[in-house]
């Protein structure tokens, strides 16, 4: 028998621990309640037209150590293309290639980290993106694994954002004109996938101009999308063992702005994106021609989507963009 990933297994204590409550938890004071209708918007991209870098950058890695509050730690990876040839091994601390370039921010699931999604990750940043993926107080492998805490990660990520984001204007630091503070994106999986999806719901953030959802599902967060504008990505596993497909479908079908939804037939929870090749491959380039879409503002790049899902037979893409 096939032993699966912990971060598979225990992602199902979040549903359970959601769906076992009496009532549903409750957005933060002054938020909209998470079952409130969506808000209207205008389905115009904000992101200018403009071209996708077309060569393949090297890959480089850094940590960085954040802190929200004083009591919730949240070291970060951060992902970013490098001067050098790519194709090699990624990098620790190697020098940032020239440019500046939107940033992408992932979210794990639970009991994983960061680096569990390294294969998937380093091919966004190969493509001309800046990554950054916290790893959470409470959910990440090693924690006490509270599942009800991803309710305050949204926040978490937010932080997050503006801190990275301070790195670009830092004097001194490697990333320093490196950032492009107007084309940022939200992304993540299962419980980081609840979370994405906070962070244009109940804890909605301006400055994201698009969403990818791994694997996830409005439970706690609500699917009162608020705020300009921001295409969304949902992939999703048919098989999906942990988080259903219907339950993923069920918010995707409510998101009120431009969205695409790439169904893989016999895809389950996570393990495209944990390092199965020929599903991961798919999975890899759809979402880099959507960011290539969203965040360059690349017509091209919206144009091969529909091809890039099919390659392989191995998934469908519903288009709604």
């Not at 090297?58 to 990876?77: E, I, W």
């Not at 509270?146 to 954002?161: E, G, I, R, T």
């Not at 009162?224 to 995707?252: I, N, R």
């Not at 979402?287 to 998934?315: I, S």
Request: aromatic share 6%; charged share 20%; proline share 9%.
């Amino acid at each position: 028998m096939r032993r699966r990933p912990a971060a598979l297994i225990t992602a199902a204590v979040l549903g359970a621990a959601l769906t076992g409550c009496s009532e549903q938890p409750t957005a933060p004071a002054g938020r909209p309640a998470p079952d409130a209708p969506p808000t209207s918007a205008t389905p115009a991209q904000r992101v200018p037209a403009g071209k996708a870098p077309t060569e393949s950058f090297a890959v480089g890695v850094r940590q960085v150590k954040l802190n929200r509050d004083g009591d919730r730690p949240l070291p970060v990876t951060l992902w970013y293309p490098a001067a050098g040839a790519a194709g090699g091994a990624v990098e620790r601390s190697a020098p940032a290639a020239d440019g500046r370039f939107p940033v992408v921010l992932f979210s794990h699931g639970l009991s994983a980290r960061p680096e569990d999604y390294q294969a998937l990750l380093t091919r966004w940043a190969a493509a001309g993106f800046v990554v950054a993926a916290p790893r959470f107080p409470h959910t990440s492998r090693g924690t006490d694994g509270n599942p009800l805490d991803v309710l305050n990660q949204p926040a978490d990520v937010s932080y997050v954002l503006t801190r990275v984001l301070a790195l670009g204007e830092k004097a001194g630091d490697p990333l320093r004109g490196r950032l492009d503070p107007e084309r940022v994106a939200a992304t993540g999986h299962s419980a980081g996938g609840v979370t994405t999806i906070g962070l244009f719901t109940a804890g909605r953030d301006e400055r994201l101009d698009a969403g990818i959802v791994f694997a996830g599902t409005a439970l706690g967060v609500g699917t009162a999308f608020a705020g300009a504008a921001a295409p969304q990505l949902f992939v999703h596993g048919e098989a999906d063992e942990v988080v259903s497909y219907a339950a993923g479908k069920a918010v995707y079908d409510v998101v009120p702005w431009p969205k695409a939804m790439l169904s893989l037939p016999k895809g389950d929870h996570g393990r495209a994106l944990l390092g199965d090749g020929k599903a991961l491959g798919v999975v890899a380039d759809t979402t880099v021609e959507f960011l290539r879409w969203t965040l360059y503002g690349d017509p091209a790049a919206k144009r091969r989507l529909p091809a890039d899902a099919a390659r392989g037979g191995l998934a469908t893409l519903d288009d709604r963009l």
